[in-house]
């Protein structure tokens, strides 16, 4: 239905909820067919959206994909805080493998970071709605854990990031060894007791 | 030229001789332009070669960048070895961070990993002649140093790998947080001590 019928027959959707059902629409055909499905064509047909509202609100294609991704993925934020760093780590890295590592979420995410090295709009918009926040949530819990004296206070905390989320993201990337939950657990042991001696 | 009139004309260029221009052309098209200028199309008419040619030799334009890219930089594999591990890795990270973020070749590594992601030949041929040779070598490097002492046997060796090269990756790829030599400093200290007190 285009958009001038819809105000005609029934009124106008409020924005709130034509946005919801757009990045809905956007996040069903990003998990059923991956991100070259994302276009505002399929997506406007698929949430009975105009283009135009489409072009108004996100700059590219790869911009809405990557927010319908968060909107998607946004519970799978959440990081545990019982007090025990090491503890807290391990679960929440155990279960961003098995999330990255599922055949329906990883070829996803990775294929937005893979787009996002070419445009630079999704890679604004991931920066935004998903990266940046994550990794502000870890550092959150990082320094809890240093003011608890469970992580040394001269540690840079952002580098732990890399070592453990980005990681994963390597052999999600560029997979030449397995992303298992073994791993996971022997990143979180190395980042918190080195590999010397 | 037409590869007809070369062989009329002056005779068929060794195999060997052709291959090496073609991988020439190819990094040239890739360093100036970008992974997305790396059509065989392009490729043929910058190395005077047929495309059947390229066709014959690489599954796929991308796998053919791979390759180009590799034999371009292969020099930068080499891995320094004074006996002093944390010397050495840290030589070895700043001299990996100032390559990944050099206007010139950080923009192509990030589109290679890109593109990979949604072309399997040129992951494929990114792993072979790029990353697992990479990763070899430094797992290698990492085993003569646990036989001198200097990293405890019971670490798998692999993860270090994600810990410091992995963690630059991610900088790169998501640029969340600035990528540089201080941050490579920072990501073997951590990694070799541990964040933990």
Same mark, same amino acid.
């Given at each position: 239905m285009s958009?001038?019928?819809q105000r005609r027959g029934r009124g106008r959707r409020p924005?709130?909820?034509?946005?919801?059902?757009?990045?809905?629409?956007?996040?069903?055909?990003?998990l059923s067919e991956g991100i070259k499905a994302v276009t505002f064509d399929r997506v406007a047909t698929a949430a009975g959206s105009s283009k135009m509202t489409l072009y108004k609100w996100w700059p590219s294609a790869g911009a809405l994909a990557a @927010?319908?991704?968060? +909107?998607? =993925? &946004? %519970?799978q934020l959440e990081f545990p805080d019982t007090g025990d760093i090491r503890a807290d780590l391990t679960?929440?890295?155990c279960a961003f493998v098995r999330l990255i590592t599922h055949e329906g979420?990883?070829?996803?995410?990775?294929?937005?970071i893979g787009v996002a090295q070419t445009d630079? @709009?999704?890679?604004? +918009?991931? =920066? &935004? %709605?998903?990266?940046?926040?994550?990794?502000?949530?870890a550092v959150a819990a990082f320094e809890k854990a240093?003011?608890?004296?469970?992580?040394?206070?001269?540690?840079?905390?952002?580098?732990?990031?890399?070592?453990?989320?980005?990681?994963?993201?390597?052999?999600?990337?560029?997979p030449d060894a397995p992303l298992?939950?073994?791993?996971?657990?022997?990143?979180?042991?190395?980042?918190l007791d080195g590999a010397a001696p």
């Open positions: 958009e001038t019928a924005a709130g909820e034509v946005r919801e059902g757009v990045l809905r629409a956007a996040a069903g055909l990003l @927010e319908a991704y968060f +909107a998607h =993925s &946004e %519970h679960a929440q890295l979420t990883g070829p996803v995410l990775a294929g937005l630079p @709009e999704l890679s604004a +918009a991931f =920066s &935004e %709605h998903y990266s940046a926040p994550r990794r502000a949530l240093r003011d608890r004296g469970q992580l040394r206070a001269d540690i840079d905390l952002g580098i732990l990031v890399d070592q453990l989320w980005g990681a994963c993201y390597n052999r999600l990337l560029i298992t939950e073994d791993y996971a657990v022997a990143l979180v042991a190395n980042a």
